[in-house]
């Protein structure tokens, strides 16, 4: 069965840290482009930060750059996204995606779009609150 499955969210405080773990079973998550999202209570879902298949490339977006910091572990089969100085408007669902049927693969111009994925986890809370 091919899956994502989410981990590390939680509760802590503004200026804290966290590591969320985006794990894959059944796919090989070095071929592919994978994107983090988050969505908040009556928000829409956002791209946070993205890495192509071959990580030479990374987007974020503009409400987390400098803060956040996407990375994979092709030996684990991981996406991990390191996450500092959260505030308490970080406060969301967090869900890893990737495309495993769509192509061409997302890019600089459609990464941050939910429907450039094709296969979600089932997400990890995050909450930033004192």
């Known amino acids: 069965q091919v899956k994502l499955v989410e981990s590390g969210g939680g509760l802590v405080q503004p200026g804290g840290s966290l590591r969320l773990s985006c794990v894959a079973s059944?796919?090989?998550?070095?071929?592919?482009?994978i994107t983090w999202f988050r969505q908040a209570p009556g928000k829409e879902r956002e791209g946070v930060a993205c890495?192509?298949?071959?990580?030479?490339?990374?987007y974020y977006a503009d409400s987390v750059k400098d803060r956040f910091t996407i990375s994979r572990d092709a030996a684990k089969n991981t996406i991990y996204l390191q996450m500092n100085s959260l505030k308490p408007e970080d406060t969301a669902t967090y869900y890893c995606?990737?495309?495993?049927?769509?192509?061409?693969?997302?890019?600089?111009?459609?990464?941050?779009?939910?429907?450039?994925?094709?296969?979600w986890g089932q997400g990890t809370q995050v909450t930033v609150s004192s």
């Open positions: 995606a990737t495309d495993l049927y769509l192509i061409p693969p997302p890019d600089r111009g459609n990464w941050h779009l939910p429907e450039s994925y094709d296969l």
């Open positions: 059944g796919v090989t998550l070095r071929y592919y482009t």
């Open positions: 890495t192509s298949s071959t990580d030479a490339i990374t």
